[in-house]
């Protein structure tokens, strides 16, 4: 009897390139999913014959002479249950008699994933090797794994290939040969007691009359509730799954899977954690970069350099720089062009102070977004960015986020837009939604102006500790908020972050042009659609008087009526001005028209007591929480709803955002007003 290898694995896993390899075929691989859509069937080649006998001597070679070894191609396969035509091409023949052992083929650079297949192949008890491949990538990468520690905790033996290179191909066809899948294969139990339970009693009934593949049904009965018919035998397993289900709070078909997950994530871990020797200068740096005591202050001056590059002088300096050019150009040469044609006053106004201006406000910030972008560009591509997600992932699991979230995170402290578009380096889409949650809450660099102007006012001796207070208080309610959302909205959301540290890399100058201008486009293009429109309308509610008719008096302005109406909403927090709250309005379309609305109302730069008129020190206070907490700006709003793409969430977050805003601001002006 010949023997039969099946060749199982994920789309994508190089099942082909191994079926070539192994057989000297030629046929068409393709980097994209169902391009093996039937199971092809080739002779292994007598080459890998020949590296047998010189391990196994002349007489074992003439003993096993006839038995010829033939592998089969089959479409991939994410789990067994697949119901598709492919899927079932490669089902039937795995649990045909045709099929006399699986190789299972698993991409290495995607353990996590691949995997979940495996434990399923593990449990259907038929013989089994696992094939680990793309070694040669895990190489490049200095990643080791632990294969003799996998192939213990598997059951089944576990071996390093690469069916592109070629290399350990003979180690595998040797493994085959000499049946060592068959000692190895004791029975493993993936499941915590509860579950483990459950399994092995459902597995008893399915024992009884047929003996194949008992365990794997009883596992496809826990996650599918299918009983082939004998639905009474399983009363008290099913009140038992109920109370499970109930327990956890999850669905039925998550219940298996979930352990399943716990159990690779633990395994790869382990066979991770017993790494051999990273390549040296990689590992040198690592020693010191994520050393327990010096890792958060190197990260600290890191991102201090950063900051101060984009945000500080530099940035500065080329901000005033772009402003001085687009004025000079932009706005004055529009200017005397529209007075030349002699435009209408509303036209002129339109254009002139309200979108080339309040555009212009927002393309300023350019140059330092420019700048922040270059230098996280550079520590992602010099693999430094993966160690500091490193460092922040176990303080930030506690809170349901992961070391992904952190730098998009950081990003919020310069600007939400940017951090938010940052999520996507995000892959799963809970998490990616959770931060976006959370971003608007970081301080961001335009809310400083409005900082500066009260404190100036109401807290002149302690200017620092209020807005130092306050990036604090924007923290502690993003940690709140993680907290809160995990709990309650994303409870059942179960992932790990497992952290490849990358080899160390000069970033290339492509690289580096490619990102950033990618990042800047989006910034510019879509924002400023969004930012010509919302300028366009403000200034039109600003000018025009509830009888649509221009006026010069804001008071009378539709925008003095609309904050008129909804004042009453902000009396508990201690400012009810029309003023403020057109100020706050105003304030949509960026944080900065805080302080040029309360400019243009107040006439602050005459005389900037003028706002103790309207605020005491505890409704200024509140109204900083609130300018800090509520909604982003517009063009942030905009990349929240682009990058959420769920309605819903958009809606839930916006409300979120609002309703928090007002409970901090309302606690803290009742606080503040009992204690002075
Ligand atoms: P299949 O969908 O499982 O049949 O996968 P393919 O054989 O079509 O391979 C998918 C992709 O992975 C192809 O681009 C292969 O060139 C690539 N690939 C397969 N094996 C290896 C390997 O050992 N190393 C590397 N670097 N690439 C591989
Ligand atoms: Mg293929």
Not at 89 to 105: E, H, P
Not at 500 to 508: C, G, I, S
Request: with cysteine; hydrophobic share 45%.
């Amino acid at each position: 009897m010949p023997l039969n290898i099946a060749l199982v694995g994920n789309p994508n896993c190089g099942k082909t390139t191994l079926f070539n390899a192994l057989t000297g075929d030629n046929r068409y691989v393709g980097n994209w999913p169902g391009v093996t859509v039937e199971k092809k069937v080739g002779e292994v080649k007598s080459i890998f014959y020949e590296a047998k006998s010189a391990y196994a001597g002349e007489k074992y070679c003439a003993e096993k002479k006839e038995k010829k070894i033939f592998v089969t191609d089959l479409p991939g396969i994410y789990s067994l249950y697949a119901y598709g035509a492919e899927e079932g091409v490669a089902r039937d023949y795995i649990f045909s008699d045709d099929c006399g052992l699986i190789v299972n083929i698993v991409d290495g650079t995607n353990m996590e994933r691949n995997l979940y297949l495996t434990l399923q192949l593990i449990e259907t008890g038929k013989p089994l090797i696992i094939a680990v491949n793309m070694v040669d990538v895990l190489n490049k990468r200095g990643i080791k794994i632990n294969f003799k520690l996998m192939s213990e905790r598997l059951g089944a033996p576990v071996l390093p290939v690469s069916a592109g290179k070629g290399t350990g191909l003979e180690a595998l066809i040797l493994a085959a040969e000499s049946e060592i899948y068959a000692r190895v294969g004791a029975p493993v139990n993936f499941y915590g007691k509860e579950l483990g339970d459950i399994i092995s009693s459902a597995e008893k009934i399915f024992f009884k009359d047929k003996k194949d593949y008992a365990r794997y049904r009883a596992v496809k009965y826990l996650d599918m509730g299918e009983t082939d018919g004998k639905a009474d035998e399983f009363c008290s397993h099913e009140k038992k799954i109920g109370e499970l289900i109930k327990l956890r709070e999850i669905d039925r078909d998550a219940l298996v899977a979930s352990e399943k997950y716990d159990f690779i994530v633990s395994l790869l871990k382990q066979a991770r954690a017993a790494k051999g020797k990273r390549q040296t200068l990689s590992k040198k740096i690592d020693a010191v970069v994520t050393n327990r005591y010096l890792a958060v202050p190197i990260f600290l001056c890191v991102m201090f350099l950063v900051f101060s590059l984009s945000f500080g002088a530099p940035g500065r300096a080329m901000k005033s720089a772009f402003e001085y050019l687009y004025n000079q150009t932009v706005s004055d040469g529009l200017a005397r062009l529209l007075i030349k044609i002699e435009v209408s006053q509303w036209l002129y106004g339109v254009l002139i102070d309200g979108i080339i201006r309040g555009v212009g406000s927002v393309l300023s910030f350019l140059p330092e977004v420019a700048l922040l972008f270059v230098s996280l560009t550079i520590l992602e591509d010099s693999g430094y960015m993966a160690r500091a997600a490193f460092i922040a992932d176990r303080p930030l699991k506690k809170i349901g986020l992961t070391g992904k979230s952190f730098i998009p995170m950081l990003m919020g402290f310069g600007c939400s837009v940017p951090a938010l578009l940052a999520t996507r380096t995000l892959q799963n889409e809970r998490q990616r939604r959770l931060t976006m949650v959370v971003i608007p809450f970081m301080s961001c660099g335009a809310r400083l102006p409005v900082y500066s102007v009260f404190t100036a006012v109401f807290f002149p001796k302690n200017a620092p500790f209020i807005i130092f207070s306050l990036y604090l208080l924007g923290m502690i309610t993003a940690m709140l908020s993680a907290y809160i959302f995990k709990k309650i909205v994303l409870k059942d959301d179960k992932t790990e972050f497992i952290m490849e540290l990358p080899e160390y890399r000069f970033p290339t100058v492509k690289n580096l042009f490619r990102h950033t201008f990618e990042r800047i486009e989006d910034f510019a293009l879509k924002a400023g659609t969004v930012i010509v429109l919302s300028c366009a309308a403000v200034w039109f509610l600003q000018n025009f008087g509830m009888d649509f008719r221009m006026t010069d008096n804001a008071g009378e302005s539709i925008l003095a009526a609309i904050g008129g109406f909804i004042a009453p909403i902000f009396k508990p927090l201690g400012f009810d001005d029309w003023r403020a709250v057109t100020a706050l309005l105003t304030g949509i379309t960026a944080k900065e028209s805080v302080v040029s609305t309360l400019e243009i109302l107040f006439g602050l730069s005459k005389n900037p007591a003028s706002l103790a008129s309207s605020f005491t020190v505890a409704s200024a206070y509140s109204f900083l929480v609130f300018t800090l907490l509520y909604t982003p700006c517009i063009a942030a709003l905009a990349a929240l709803k682009r990058e959420m793409q769920s309605n819903k969430w958009f809606a839930l977050t916006l409300c979120y955002q609002l309703a928090a805003a007002w409970t901090a601001a309302f606690l803290f002006f009742k606080l503040l007003r009992q204690f002075g």
